[in-house]
C-alpha cells in the first residue's frame, strides 16, 4: 500500500510538472504579446524591449518554465530597484493589469467557487446515486424511465442554456430566486444559501445526469453477479442484497466525484457568467479578455492542480473500496 501511495504521488508531481510546462509553451510561446498590450499605443521599439524585461517575457520558455517553478518554492521578483515587485510562495504569475500577484486575486476569488462548488457536488452525488439506484432496482418502470429520460436530458442539454431559463423562469418570471450576485457565508448566511440555489440546480442538474447513467449501469451489472444472484436463492432480505451491489458502484462513483469536484473548484466559466458570480472562472475570463496571460496560466494551472489533486485522492480511496486493488 505505501508503495501504490508513493508511486501515485511520483506520478501526480510529474504530470503537474509536465502540464505546467506545456501550458506555459502553448501561452507564451504561441500567443501575443502580453508587453505589447502592456506598453500601449504608440510604442517606441526601445520602450517594448524595457517592458518586456519588466515583465520578463523576454526569455525563452524554458527559462519560463523554470522561474515559474522556483517562484511556487521560493517566490518570484520582477524589476529591480524602486519599481520592483514581489510574488511570494506559492507564486503563480503577477498580473501586471491587476497589479497583484495570481496567486492573491485567486485566494480572493476561491470563497465564491468554493461555495458554488460544495453545493452543487452535494446535491448532484445525491440526485444522481437515488435516481440511479431506484432506476436500477425498479427498471423497466416509471421511475426506470423517468431516470433515464432525465440523464438524456442533462447530457445533451448545454449548460448556458440550462442557466438561462433558470434565471428566466425562477428570477423573472416566478420571482423565486436571485437570478446574480453573490453574499458571503459570514456576512448573511440565509442571503448566502438564497442566491446560491439557482447555480446549484444548474450545475447538479448537469452532473447529476453522468451519475445517474453510471449507478444504474453498474448497480445492474452487480445485482445480475453470481454472488448476489446466489444470495437471492438463499433467501436473503433485499435490502442486504442492495446493500452489498452498492459497494460495487462506489468505486466508479467515487472516481467520478473526486474528478467532478476538483474541476468545479478550478472554475465553472459557464455557470459563474450566467449568474454574475466573480469566480475563478470570471476570472479566468478576464485574464482572456485583458490578454492577461500571467492570470491565464496561473488560472489553469491551479485548475490543473485541483484536478490532479482530486485525481490523486480517488486513486487513494479506491484501495479502501475494492480489496482487489489492495493485493494488486
Not at 508587453?35 to 515583465?55: E, F
Not at 511570494?88 to 467557487?113: H, K
Not at 479578455?289 to 490523486?312: C, P, Q, W, Y
Amino acid at each position: 500500500m505505501t508503495t501504490y501511495i508513493i508511486r501515485r504521488l511520483f506520478t501526480a508531481i510529474f504530470v503537474l510538472l509536465s502540464i505546467a510546462f506545456f501550458t506555459i509553451a502553448l501561452f507564451f510561446g504561441a500567443s501575443k504579446d502580453p508587453a505589447r498590450a502592456m506598453c500601449g499605443k504608440p510604442c517606441a521599439p526601445d520602450t517594448l524591449a524595457k517592458v518586456r524585461a519588466y515583465m520578463q517575457t523576454d526569455h525563452g520558455i524554458v527559462w519560463q518554465y523554470i522561474e515559474f517553478v522556483k517562484g511556487l518554492f521560493v517566490g518570484r521578483s520582477y524589476g529591480s530597484g524602486s519599481q520592483a515587485v514581489h510574488c511570494a510562495a506559492p507564486c503563480f504569475g503577477y498580473s501586471f493589469p491587476n497589479q497583484s500577484d495570481v496567486t492573491t486575486l485567486i485566494v480572493e476569488r476561491l470563497p465564491v467557487t468554493l461555495s458554488l462548488t460544495i453545493g452543487a457536488a452535494i446535491l448532484c452525488l445525491v440526485v444522481g446515486l437515488g435516481l440511479g439506484a431506484l432506476s436500477a432496482i425498479r427498471k423497466g418502470g416509471v421511475l426506470d424511465r423517468f431516470s433515464t429520460g432525465f440523464a438524456m436530458l442533462g447530457l445533451s442539454v448545454p449548460t448556458f442554456l440550462v442557466g438561462l431559463l433558470v434565471v428566466q423562469f425562477f428570477g423573472f418570471t416566478l420571482n423565486m430566486l436571485p437570478y446574480s450576485g453573490f453574499v458571503p457565508l459570514s456576512e448573511n448566511p440565509s442571503e448566502w444559501l438564497w442566491h446560491l440555489i439557482g447555480p446549484w440546480m444548474v450545475l447538479s442538474f448537469i452532473l447529476a445526469a453522468g451519475y445517474i447513467r453510471v449507478t444504474r449501469t453498474q448497480l445492474l451489472g452487480e445485482l445480475s453477479s453470481e454472488h448476489l444472484v446466489a444470495m437471492t436463492a438463499r433467501g436473503a432480505a433485499p435490502s442486504r442484497i442492495n446493500a452489498h451491489a452498492l459497494r460495487g458502484v462506489m468505486i466508479p462513483v467515487v472516481a467520478m466525484f473526486a474528478l467532478d469536484v476538483a474541476a468545479l473548484l478550478g472554475g465553472s466559466v459557464i455557470a459563474e457568467r450566467v449568474f454574475s458570480l466573480h469566480g475563478l472562472g470570471d476570472l479566468l475570463l478576464s485574464g482572456v479578455n485583458e490578454s492577461d496571460l500571467s492570470l491565464v496560466v496561473g488560472v489553469t494551472l491551479f485548475s490543473a492542480f485541483l484536478i490532479i489533486i482530486g485525481n490523486l485522492v480517488a486513486d487513494l480511496l479506491m484501495p479502501l473500496l475494492d480489496p482487489r486493488i489492495r493485493r494488486a
